[in-house]
């Protein structure tokens, strides 16, 4: 059973920074790629970043691109998520999410396992 678990969300004012982590246990993290995702209320869920298993490659949307950073440490089986510049329209329940066959994607279909998510909100 593969789990995923965000944290660091909270609320924060526009221009703030906040970094999110996921923890991944249950199979072989470095074996990922791994992806993060919001959801704001009443809108669908879209692709915020991506990066593939050995952390090399990464793809972002373009409205947090210069401003968002994803990364990962497969020693402690984490994902990052840092996001800088914030701001009140980034305000949404930020997931992760896990592809088990090691290529980072925008698609969420593709991704296997998802976690809770986390309450980011930007004040203004």
């Known amino acids: 059973q593969v789990q995923l678990v965000e944290s660091g969300g909270r609320l924060v004012q526009a221009g703030g920074s906040l970094r999110l982590s996921c923890a991944v246990s249950g199979r072989t993290f470095s074996s990922y790629a791994m992806g993060w995702f919001r959801q704001a209320v009443g809108q669908e869920r879209e692709f915020v970043a991506a990066i593939a298993r050995s952390g090399g490659t990464a793809y972002y949307a373009h409205f947090v691109q210069g401003r968002f950073t994803i990364s990962k440490d497969n020693a402690k089986d984490t994902v990052y998520l840092q996001m800088n510049n914030l701001k009140p329209e980034d305000t949404a329940v930020y997931y992760c999410?896990?592809?088990?066959?090691?290529?980072?994607?925008?698609?969420?279909?593709?991704?296997?396992?998802w976690g809770q998510g986390t309450q980011v909100t930007v004040s203004s």
């Open positions: 999410a896990a592809e088990a066959g090691g290529r980072a994607t925008t698609d969420s279909h593709a991704y296997d396992y």
